[in-house]
């Protein structure tokens, strides 16, 4: 059993819109949740990470947690050609000191 | 000023081999970490220092050796590569060992031939 699930795209969508991507866990435990992009060939970048319930926005990046239903999303508005990358999200794993990771949803952003 | 250097980027090599991965951190962090990716992109850690000490060993053959001379450095050696080894592996660190924002480093692409 996976436990941290995202849907493995690809996801596409044009220029301008808003990409949505989730993910979910199963360890109820867990206190902290990341999203790093990967481009093609290169290495994971941490973009965003959030400890509480709610929405938490960078630029046009905005985290969203609901513990209750073990769910992390992250919205990308105003999407670019740039954007075009895996993400992946990441879940601290209680007291283990490690991160659990998803295997990404890879995203296409399309002029 | 690269943050995580690793060397070599690209390491092609025979069967049987012995070879080593090196990795070096100027941020100061306490926690570095390998971590192995295969060719379907799951991130899968292998292990994990703080300030020397190895504090996460997942299940790795024991052809693979981590050695971490001081809080900065983090190599790793792999005897006897095997064809199953080929991968990108990642060195990466945080600041402590419960900030999980970690820096990678670009990467080495191991293909064992």
């Avoid at chain 2, 050696?77 to 060195?91: M, P, Q, R, T």
Wanted: charged content about 20%; glycine content about 6%.
């Amino acid at each position: 059993q996976k436990e941290v699930e995202q849907n493995s795209g690809p996801l596409s969508v044009p220029e301008g819109a808003i990409a949505s991507l989730n993910c979910t866990y199963s360890d109820r435990g867990s206190q902290s949740f990341f999203w790093y992009r990967q481009y093609s060939g290169k290495s994971p970048e941490l973009i965003m990470f959030i400890y509480s319930n709610g929405d938490k926005e960078d630029g046009r990046f905005t985290a969203q947690l609901n513990k209750a239903s073990q769910y992390v999303s992250l919205l990308i508005r105003d999407s670019q050609p740039s954007d075009s990358a895996t993400y992946l999200c990441a879940v601290s794993a209680g007291n283990n000191r490690k991160l659990i990771w998803g295997l990404g949803t890879s995203l296409a952003v399309n002029p | 000023d690269t943050a995580v250097s690793q060397t070599p980027k690209y390491l092609v090599t025979q069967m049987g081999n012995d070879k080593s991965i090196k990795c070096e951190q100027n941020l100061g962090h306490d926690t570095m970490y390998w971590y192995k990716q295969d060719s379907k992109k799951f991130l899968k850690i292998m292990f994990s220092y703080n300030n020397k000490e190895l504090i996460i060993n997942e299940t790795v053959p024991n052809r693979f050796s981590p050695k971490s001379p001081d809080k900065a450095h983090l190599n790793l050696h792999i005897n006897s590569l095997e064809l199953g080894d080929s991968a990108v592996y990642f060195c990466a660190s945080s600041p402590t060992v419960t900030n999980y924002g970690y820096t990678f480093g670009s990467g080495t692409r191991l293909t064992v031939v």
